[in-house]
């Protein structure tokens, strides 16, 4: 175990369904991150939050929101989503992000199906 | 374009062999390099972290080198186990940001 959960382990929605991811962090650390996976490509950073607020959302469709509500728990929003945007969801936490000296601690992520 | 390469991109071999993956980057200015291992729908486990004047570090029978001139990095795995089953993730981050840069992975597969 990494000290970073993730529920629930498994989604299948629709299209028109809304759904939230879940991430909790034990580790005391003020960093939090979203990344997706896809089969056969590098994982792609979402969004980042350093001590609850947002630092960096890269480009991601507004189909897709987070939500932050203290340093150990971060949450990602799902509706109108897309058959593309099924992937692994990974969340990690780290103790900031001042320097890549920061080891990155990874939940066991979301495998999510868009139908 | 900062930009992590691995290869293979599979590999299979028996129980008990020794095996090389293989990293190439062109991160710039560097700073270090992680090797992550990751298990089949699991998230991503640190092995190793190198800097610039490491040039190799151990961590049971996963060894990794770097060469910062020719920015390449290897792990090397020793009597392979049926538990060292996943894909192996090469990571490197850049001076001045907290972003990681992510190689597509190497997927190994050792047999019984």
């Known amino acids: 175990e990494t000290g970073v959960t993730q529920t629930p382990r498994h989604l299948v929605m629709g299209m028109t369904n809304k759904k939230s991811l879940k991430c909790e962090q034990h580790?005391?650390?003020?960093?939090m991150y979203w990344y997706k996976q896809s089969a056969k490509k590098p994982l792609e950073l979402m969004f980042v939050?350093?001590?609850?607020?947002?630092?960096e959302n890269n480009s991601v469709p507004s189909r897709f929101s987070p939500e932050c509500p203290n340093s150990s728990h971060l949450f990602l929003h799902l509706h109108t989503l897309q058959p593309e945007d099924s992937a692994l969801y990974l969340c990690?936490?780290?103790?900031?992000?001042?320097?890549?000296?920061?080891?990155?601690?990874f939940g066991p992520g979301t495998r999510l199906t868009v139908l | 374009k900062n930009q992590v390469e691995q290869s293979p991109q599979s590999l299979i071999i028996l129980e008990g062999k020794n095996c090389t993956l293989q990293?190439?980057?062109?991160?710039?200015?560097?700073?270090?390099l992680r090797w992550y291992k990751q298990d089949t729908g699991r998230g991503p486990v640190s092995l190793t972290i190198?800097?610039?004047?490491?040039n190799t570090k151990s961590n049971g029978r996963y060894t990794a080198t770097l060469d910062a001139d020719t920015k390449q990095s290897s792990l090397h795995i020793t009597a392979s186990q049926l538990s060292d089953s996943a894909s192996y993730i090469c990571?490197?981050?850049?001076?001045?940001?907290?972003?990681?840069?992510f190689g597509t992975g190497t997927r190994l597969k050792v047999l019984a």
């Open positions: 990690a936490s780290s103790q900031d992000v001042t320097s890549g000296h920061n080891e990155q601690f």
């Open positions: 580790l005391g650390h003020n960093a």
């Open positions: 939050y350093n001590f609850k607020e947002q630092t």
């Open positions: 990293c190439n980057y062109t991160v710039s200015p560097f700073s270090n």
């Open positions: 190198m800097t610039f004047s490491e």
């Open positions: 990571v490197v981050s850049a001076q001045g940001t907290y972003k990681y840069i």
